[in-house]
Structures are given as structure tokens and as C-alpha cells.
């Protein structure tokens, strides 16, 4: 019922999208059903019945004539088919299934990035989304196929002799039984490699991308992880030995033993009553001989399609789940979008745990970001800072409490409202393969947006290096289209990173550790420039260093989740507490570089 049902939303689907591939689809099945049936059966037997009843040789010319007739005409239907109507149909049913799936993606709580499970079956699923349901539709089509032919040959076959119909029957469900076994193992072995096939599959992924190349290359992670590989590879060669002794069995059996002695039987029984005891005719029995070798390779091929239909199912139904997946972190139905500019946040008793967390990461903050404010972060690693960011920006909702935008529950504003005023530099930011402008403005650049861009640059003190690149704004980054395309260095790539943030006119800026890869001139310059040029944003900055953050309206030292203090540098100075502490032992640390540099000079 389950494999029905989802097979039944794969081909609505199909349907949906491309109507006319889906019915070409049908006739296609239809027109092969036909060839399959009339040419091993129905021509064969008429021909034979006019040989025998000595017919005039036009009447026999003309059954073939009439034959040829068909099989050209079927034949273009056929090639047309596959060679115009299937490969414009895959690339349709692929475009709208991705965009589906490329929406819901985009809309998908973060939450599901932290479930291996769901990650999973969702990168499972988007990979492949088009190439199963093109299977589908093609599998659709040969079911139809099969199943057409065999029903046009039983029906000859009854006429001749319904025994032999029973006979085939009796050898198609002894078949089918083991078939069904066959599957049953197939399916036990597969659900016993596919977890260590994982396995495989990451290790061959770490050594083709890039993001693990240096590392690679610098230590000994590539052998460790190819005897992580060999040790999975050794544990699927185990898995199929286990099978193997039944698997082989099965397929005996259903090889020799049903299909030699189906076709000896029959064979034997057609010329005991063509021979002995003289009912069939030569037509008759030309044709059953052929019509039965037929069906029983026919029925069992539909067999085969349908355990085929049962992969599918499986699939669909991970593609099923995706697609209908209920979004915590979505729009409410009464959510209205944010017209005013994001002036004022605060946060009322909010707390945050990750889904399977045991403990909260977020304790019971509460504060207020009044407009135009600027803000630091600072705390120890996992202290909670990007987390908390990841509730502004609506990643996440909070577990307890309520965070207000201009004294509003954000909750009732569209999310997309909500982020269309920040810019944000992330701390796991990524370069696309496309141009500068596009990396930063993080869409389609026109000529309108280049003031903007430049703004954006001359804050992350970038504008020179662009000017010299060799298509400007327009270079394209990285060398994955453009075997001349630009490759910049970290801290490049982090100035990019940090004029996204400043590209439009946002109401408020985060920049979550902007400055991690830069050298401290340009960090400086960076700060600097924040103190100096925006003043009409409210920004929120988080960084490890401390000396980037004394410029500062307020700074909230976090620790385990909660704001531990909260006061101007001077403040937090004068208080002598953490953050204090903090300070200084990264200022001595930073002495003591300074004496060694000059001692060593
Ligand atoms: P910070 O930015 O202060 O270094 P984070 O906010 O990134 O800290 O992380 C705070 C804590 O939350 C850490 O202990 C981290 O392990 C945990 N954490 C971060 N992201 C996730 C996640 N997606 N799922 C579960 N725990 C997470």
C-alpha cells in the first residue's frame, strides 16, 4: 500500500509537471506492449493458420505488409520518444524538482542541519530527486508495457489451451515466491552496508575537495582515514559473504529450476497435443511455443519492474518527508512584514538549547539594543555569542522568553522582513564561484549597484586590491568555472566576507568575528572605520580580541551562556572582573611579543 502510495506521488508529480511526457509515457508502454504481443504471437499465428489453411499468397503478403506497417510506424514513435520528448521532459522534471526542493531547502530550520539522519536523507533526497523520478516514469512506462503484452498473450494462449495459461501461472508464482525472497535478502544486505558505505564515501570525499587538501598534505589524516577506509571495505566484503550462500541459492533456483523445467514442460506438453494427441494446430502451436517463452520472461521482467517500484518507494519516501516537513522557525499566519527600520532590540528572559542538547547554551538573557548602539561580544569559546546571533537573525527560536523588535514579538514580523535589514559578516562565511560584485552584494549585479559596492569596500579596506584585480568587480573568484578566475587569501576573502555587511543599506550590522584572519593594520583600519564612518547603524560586533572592541558603546562579557557583565571598556576596567582579567593577559601577552620583537631585531 505504501509503495503504491508513494509511487502514486512521484507520478503526480511527473504529471504535474510534464502532462505530456507523462501520457506519451503511457503510449509508448502501449505501442512496446503491442510489438512484444503481435510479433510474438498474434503474427505468428495468424501466418502460420494461413500457411496451413493454403490462404492465397496476397492474403499472407498483406498480414506482413500489414506487420512491416506497424512495426515503422511504432518504430518512430519509438525513436521520437527517446530522442526528442524523454531528454526535454528529464530536464524539465529536473529544473521544477530542484526549485522545489531548493525553496524548501532554503526555508528549512537549521535545526535539521544538526540531525545527521535528516541531513542525511535530505542530501539524499535533492541528489536524487530528478534521476528517480525520470525512473519512475520510465519504469511506469515498461510496467505498462509488460503488463499489456502479457494480458494480449494470455488471452491468445486461453483460446489454445487453458492449461497451458494454469501451467504458466503455477511457474510464475513459484517464481515470484522467490523473487519476493530474493528482494527480502537484497534489501537486508543493502540496509547492512549502506551505514558503512557512508563511511566510504566520506573518506573518498575528503581527498577530492578542497577544503581538506592542505591538510592532507601536512599530516598523516590521509592514511589514518584510508585505514578508517579499508576497515569499512573489509566489513561490506564480510556482508556479502554472509548473503551469499542464500542469495546464490535463490537465484538457482529461480535460473534452473523454474525457468529449464518451466520451458522443457511446456515445451513437452505443446507436442504431446500437437503429435499424440492431434488438438492444436502448427499456427496454434508455433505460437504458443513462443507466446509462453514470451510471457514467462515478460512476467517475470514486470516482477522485476515492480520490486523496482519498491527502491523508488523507499526513496519517494524520504522525498515525501522532506517536502512535508513542518517548519518550526517559519512565519506565523498573522506575521506581517517589518516596514519600519529595525530600530530596537531586546531580549526578555530568553533562553536557547540545541535540539538534543542536555543543557541549555543560552541562560536567561535579557537586555535591550537601543538604536544606533554599538555593541561588543566577547567570552571564552562556546561562551554562546554566535548562538546568540543565530536568534536575531531568526535561525533558531528561542526555548524560553521572547525577543521584541522595536518592542514588537518577533514573532510577528516575516522572518524575511526581519533579515532583509541586517547585513551580516558570518564567522563560517563561504565565497561563491562567481564575481567580486556578486560575492558581495550577495545577488545580481548592476550597474546601479557600484556606488554601494564601493561604500562596502572602502570600509573593508579592499577597494585597491579590487581596482587591481583584472576585471575589477567584475573578476570571478575561485577556479571553479574560470580556469583564470582569482583565488584570494584568507584574510582577502574575509574583507569580501566583511563588505557583504555593508553592501545595502542595512538598519543593523553584525559582524561575528570579522576580523580572525586579518593583520592587525587592517583590523585597526576596520575598526576605525566602524567608530568613524557608521553612525547611523546599530551594530553588533563579536570578537576574541579585545583590543578591537574598546571603542565600544556597551560590551557584554559572556560566559556559559550568560552576560556575565555589561558596561563601557572603562567600566568593565574599572570593575576588575573577567573581562578585565581577560584584557589584560591578552595586553601581556602582546607586551611580551612586542619585547621579544624588539630584543630580536
Ligand atoms: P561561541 O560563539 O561563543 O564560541 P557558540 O554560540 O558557537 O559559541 O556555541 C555555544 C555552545 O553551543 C558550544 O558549546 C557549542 O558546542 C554549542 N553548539 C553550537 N552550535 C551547535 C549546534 N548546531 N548543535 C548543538 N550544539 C551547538
Redesign the pocket.
Known amino acids: 500500500m505504501k509503495i503504491l502510495k508513494n509511487n502514486w506521488f512521484m507520478l503526480k508529480w511527473i504529471y504535474q509537471y510534464t502532462p505530456g511526457f507523462f501520457f506519451a509515457t503511457i503510449a509508448e508502454g502501449l505501442v512496446w506492449g503491442c510489438i512484444h504481443s503481435f510479433t510474438s504471437v498474434l503474427f505468428i499465428k495468424m501466418l502460420f493458420d494461413r500457411i496451413e489453411s493454403a490462404a492465397p499468397f496476397e492474403q499472407i503478403v498483406s498480414v506482413i505488409g500489414g506487420m512491416a506497417v506497424f512495426l515503422v510506424l511504432a518504430y518512430i514513435f519509438h525513436e521520437w520518444y527517446w530522442k526528442f520528448l524523454e531528454p526535454k521532459a528529464e530536464q524539465e522534471l529536473h529544473s521544477q524538482m530542484q526549485q522545489t526542493l531548493f525553496k524548501k531547502a532554503i526555508a528549512m530550520d537549521?535545526?535539521c542541519?544538526?540531525n545527521p539522519e535528516f541531513y542525511n536523507d535530505f542530501v539524499w533526497a535533492v541528489r536524487e530527486a530528478d534521476r528517480r523520478a525520470i525512473a519512475v516514469a520510465k519504469e511506469f512506462g515498461k510496467v505498462i508495457n509488460r503488463g499489456f503484452s502479457s494480458l494480449v498473450i494470455i488471452s491468445v494462449l486461453f483460446t489454445v489451451d487453458p492449461i497451458i495459461v494454469g501451467v504458466i501461472c503455477v511457474a510464475v508464482g513459484i517464481s515470484v515466491a522467490i523473487r519476493l525472497w530474493q528482494t527480502k535478502l537484497q534489501f537486508h544486505k543493502e540496509e547492512e552496508i549502506r551505514p558503512i558505505q557512508r563511511k566510504t564515501n566520506y573518506v573518498n570525499r575528503t581527498f577530492y575537495l578542497a577544503d581538506y587538501a592542505k591538510e592532507l598534505r601536512m599530516s598523516n589524516a590521509g592514511e589514518l582515514l584510508h585505514r578508517h577506509y579499508d576497515h569499512a571495505v573489509e566489513n561490506i566484503v564480510n556482508i556479502h559473504q554472509k548473503f551469499a550462500p542464500k542469495l546464490f541459492i535463490a537465484g538457482l533456483l529461480r535460473s534452473v529450476a523454474v525457468s529449464t523445467l518451466f520451458d522443457v514442460g511446456i515445451l513437452l506438453l505443446l507436442v504431446y497435443k500437437i503429435s499424440v494427441q492431434k488438438t492444436i494446430t502448427l499456427g496454434d502451436f508455433a505460437a504458443s511455443l513462443s507466446a509462453t517463452w514470451k510471457l514467462f520472461r515478460q512476467i517475470q521482467d514486470l516482477m522485476a519492474r515492480l520490486a523496482k517500484f519498491k527502491e523508488h518507494s523507499l526513496y519517494t519516501e524520504k522525498f515525501r518527508a522532506f517536502l512535508e516537513y513542518q517548519i518550526t522557525v517559519q512565519d506565523s499566519s498573522s506575521a506581517k512584514a517589518l516596514e519600519a527600520p529595525l530600530n530596537e532590540i531586546s531580549f526578555q528572559n530568553v533562553s536557547f538549547a540545541?535540539?538534543?542538547?542536555s543543557h541549555p547554551?543560552?541562560k536567561n538573557l535579557t537586555f535591550v539594543i537601543p538604536k544606533y548602539r554599538k555593541i561588543a561580544?566577547v567570552?571564552?569559546?562556546?561562551?554562546?555569542?554566535?548562538?546568540?546571533?543565530?536568534l536575531i537573525t531568526r535561525m533558531y527560536n528561542p526555548t524560553e522568553g521572547e525577543i521584541r523588535i522595536n518592542g514588537v514579538p518577533v514573532s510577528e514580523y516575516t522572518i524575511h522582513s526581519v533579515r532583509e535589514k541586517i547585513g551580516i559578516t558570518f564567522?563560517d562565511y563561504k565565497i561563491y564561484a562567481t564575481s567580486v560584485a556578486e560575492n558581495i552584494l550577495m545577488d545580481l549585479f548592476s550597474k546601479e549597484d557600484e556606488p554601494a559596492l564601493q561604500h562596502s569596500l572602502a570600509i573593508s579596506g579592499f577597494s585597491e586590491k579590487v581596482a587591481s584585480l583584472p576585471d575589477g568587480l567584475k573578476t570571478e573568484l575561485t577556479r571553479e568555472f574560470h580556469p583564470k578566475g582569482t583565488v584570494l587569501s584568507g584574510g582577502e576573502q574575509q574583507r569580501i566576507a566583511v563588505s557583504r555587511a555593508f553592501a545595502r543599506d542595512y538598519d543593523l550590522i553584525i559582524l561575528?568575528?570579522p576580523s580572525a584572519a586579518l593583520d592587525p593594520v587592517i583590523e585597526y583600519e576596520l575598526n576605525r572605520k566602524l567608530d568613524e564612518t557608521i553612525t547611523n547603524k546599530t551594530v553588533i560586533l563579536?570578537s576574541?580580541r579585545l583590543s578591537t572592541v574598546c571603542m565600544a558603546d556597551e560590551i557584554f562579557m559572556?560566559e556559559n551562556?550568560q552576560i556575565v557583565e555589561r558596561g563601557t571598556h572603562g567600566e568593565l576596567m574599572r570593575l576588575n572582573g573577567k573581562y578585565a582579567e581577560m584584557f589584560r593577559i591578552q595586553a601581556e601577552k602582546y607586551h611580551q611579543e612586542e619585547n621579544y620583537e624588539t630584543k630580536n631585531i
Open positions: 537549521l535545526a542541519y544538526d540545541y535540539p538534543e542538547a547554551t543560552l561580544i567570552g571564552p569559546n562556546g561562551a554562546g555569542k554566535t548562538t546568540l546571533i543565530k564567522q561575528d568575528e563579536i576574541h559572556m551562556g
